[in-house]
């Protein structure tokens, strides 16, 4: 079975500045790999995703991820963060073969300082 | 689209009072899911229905819970009794077939058990 690890609980930044959030996958063969992004009082919503093709997607507000088979990562980044993006991030992976129900890490909790 | 619609949005009971919680995936997708959301146990599958069939409630926390898709545009998830751990964020999701769908979370039921 899949699994999905976000190795960090919570990832300050200062406004203006750079981020990564951090996303390993354990499953056998290339998976389905998503980015979701929950605010306060919200539902999760999709920041981006993929499954074929490029390994650099690009996705909403500005964010990117990069699939890096080799060290089973999907880490989402963004060049300069703003206020806004305060929430909370969840990397979720689907098996490519099977049911297609969807594994979610624990997320990690952004927090943007001015 | 409204997207995934869940009613109501907050609810107060007391232990050993049954509650139930509805959805309204969106039109047209094939998968209903529900989920519970804890600080402790982060974002848990509680059942999913598939063409308005219950395909895996291996998450039900037990036979308290159930849940019901009588039709393809409505699902229920019903606590009976309710106990003060079941307090908790309940999300129902929809999607379209396919593992590299996006899932659509609707904006979440805020249980507080008394």
């Known amino acids: 079975a899949q699994s999905v690890t976000q190795p960090d609980i919570h990832i300050t930044v200062s406004e203006g500045a750079s981020l990564e959030l951090r996303c390993n996958y354990s499953?056998?063969?290339?998976?389905?790999l998503f980015w979701y992004v929950q605010s306060p009082g919200q539902g999760l919503q999709l920041l981006l995703k993929?499954?074929?093709?490029?390994?650099l997607v690009q996705g909403i507000k500005g964010f990117e991820a990069e699939f890096k088979r080799s060290q089973s990562s999907f880490n989402l980044r963004k060049p300069s963060v703003h206020w806004s993006d305060a929430a909370e991030y969840f990397c979720?992976?689907?098996?490519?073969?099977?049911?297609?129900?969807?594994?979610f890490g624990r997320g990690t909790s952004l927090i943007v300082h001015p | 689209d409204a997207g995934v619609i869940q009613s109501p949005r907050h609810e107060v009971t007391e232990m050993g009072q049954e509650v139930t919680l509805r959805c309204k995936p969106i039109?047209?997708?094939?998968?209903l899911f529900w989920y519970r959301q804890t600080m402790m146990r982060g974002l848990e599958l509680l059942i999913y229905f598939n063409n308005n069939v219950p395909i895996d409630d291996s998450g039900m926390p037990e036979d308290r819970f159930s849940a019901k898709m009588p039709n393809a545009s409505f699902s229920t998830l019903k606590i009976q009794p309710s106990e003060p751990r079941d307090s908790a964020v309940y999300f129902c999701?929809?999607?379209?077939?396919?593992?590299?769908?996006?899932?659509?979370f609707g904006p979440g039921t805020r249980l507080l058990v008394l």
């Open positions: 993929y499954f074929s093709g490029d390994t």
């Open positions: 499953y056998g063969a290339t998976p389905y």
């Open positions: 979720a992976v689907v098996a490519s073969g099977g049911s297609y129900i969807p594994t």
């Open positions: 999701a929809s999607r379209l077939r396919g593992g590299s769908e996006t899932q659509y």
């Open positions: 039109s047209g997708h094939d998968y």
